[in-house]
Nanobody, 123 residues
Framework: QVQLVESGGGLVQAGDSLRLSCSVDAPTSSPYTMAWFRQAPGKEREFVAAIARIVLSTFYADFAKGRFTISKDNAKNAVYLLMNDLKPDDAAVYYC????????????????WGRGTQVTVSS
């Protein structure tokens, strides 16, 4: 069983940065891919970024490239999402997710989810 807990959300101004954290409680031997998704009101949940467990390869949605950075600290069992130059369109609930196997941008492929952390960006 995997438990994920997000933190770090909040209210920021456009252009600010924010780092989200995801605390991961999982069997260390499991090869999980970790990802961040987001969901704004009235919109579908969308892929933001993912990082593979072993190789640490990273993958980003087009809107995240150049502004967002996903990283992980296996010693701390944590995954992070650093978001720079935030825009009002980035406002959403951000979710941490995990799946066995490789990267996927499809939320249906993920087995475990956190409860999310709210990010609000004022213009």
């Amino acid at each position: 069983q995997v438990q994920l807990v997000e933190s770090g959300g909040g209210l920021v101004q456009a252009g600010d940065s924010l780092r989200l954290s995801c605390s991961v409680d999982a069997p260390t031997s499991s090869p999980y891919t970790m990802a961040w998704f987001r969901q704004a009101p009235g919109k579908e949940r969308e892929f933001v970024a993912a990082i593979a467990r072993i190789v640490l390869s990273t993958f980003y949605a087009d809107f995240a490239k150049g502004r967002f950075t996903i990283s992980k600290d296996n010693a701390k069992n944590a995954v992070y999402l650093l978001m720079n130059d935030l825009k009002p369109d980035d406002a959403a609930v951000y979710y941490c997710a995990a799946r066995r196997g490789g990267n996927s941008p499809d939320a249906n492929d993920y087995d475990y989810w956190g409860r999310g952390t709210q990010v609000t960006v004022s213009s």
